[in-house]
């Protein structure tokens, strides 16, 4: 008997099974054998859908807020006594100083211009003694990229020192790759590039 005439014999001692699969978009469907059955089975996504706003800033150092863009509502604004916002690439309407900087979360965006628009922003704020919030969509990568060159540059951290302040803090952030390596390359006490304070 040749390998696959055992192969064969093999296969038809087994057992018939259906698999409820979910794509992406939330259709569901029955695979049985070769065919592929469409069924009239809930809509449910291949992920976890989160509806809960994220709308509680925090502290990473006296007068430096984080989070998403849900924390910049007027009532989460009012509670936290926030006076200004730095907006990273994501533009809101707030009733307070605002700054708005450009950036996209992707790993090739240079991250110099943004630091540079952002650090002398989120530093006056808190040398006036007043709260400064910094958010970008969802609060994890251009936020944390901001808040990570803040600790680096005013605090003179490096970057695992800062980094660790910030996840402590904040489990959420996460800087992309490219951000990461850029940050990891900048000096402590020296990430304004060309910059007068």
């Known amino acids: 008997m040749s390998f696959l005439e055992e192969l064969m014999k093999q296969k038809q001692k087994l057992k018939e099974t259906e698999t409820v699969v979910t794509s992406v978009d939330g259709q569901r469907h029955i695979e049985k054998g070769d065919t592929k059955t469409v069924s009239n089975l809930s809509r449910s996504y291949g992920f ?18 984080i989070g ?3 924390c910049t509502e007027k009532s989460v ?3 936290y006594n926030i006076k200004h916002v730095l907006s990273v690439g994501i533009n809101v309407d707030v009733t307070v100083d605002q700054k708005f900087v450009e950036c996209l979360d992707l790993p090739e965006t240079d991250v110099t211009s943004v630091l540079n628009d952002s ?8 040398s006036e003694r007043e709260n400064v919030l910094v958010h ?7 936020t944390s990229l901001v808040t990570i060159g803040y600790l680096m540059h005013y605090y003179n951290m490096i970057y695992d020192e800062a980094y660790r302040v910030v996840k402590e803090k904040r489990p959420a ?8 390596k850029q940050l990891m390359n900048l000096k402590a006490g020296n990430v304004l590039m060309n910059h007068l304070e």
């Not at 509680?56 to 807020?65: G, H, S, T």
């Open 68 to 70: 998403s863009q849900d």
């Open 48 to 65: 976890v859908v989160d509806t809960k706003p994220d709308n509680v800033p925090i502290e990473i150092v006296d007068y430096l807020y």
């Open 119 to 126: 650090l002398p922003f989120i530093h006056k704020g808190i």
């Open 173 to 180: 952030i996460q800087p992309n790759a490219g951000f990461r």
């Open 77 to 79: 604004l009012d509670a």
């Open 136 to 142: 970008c969509n969802a609060g994890v990568s251009r």
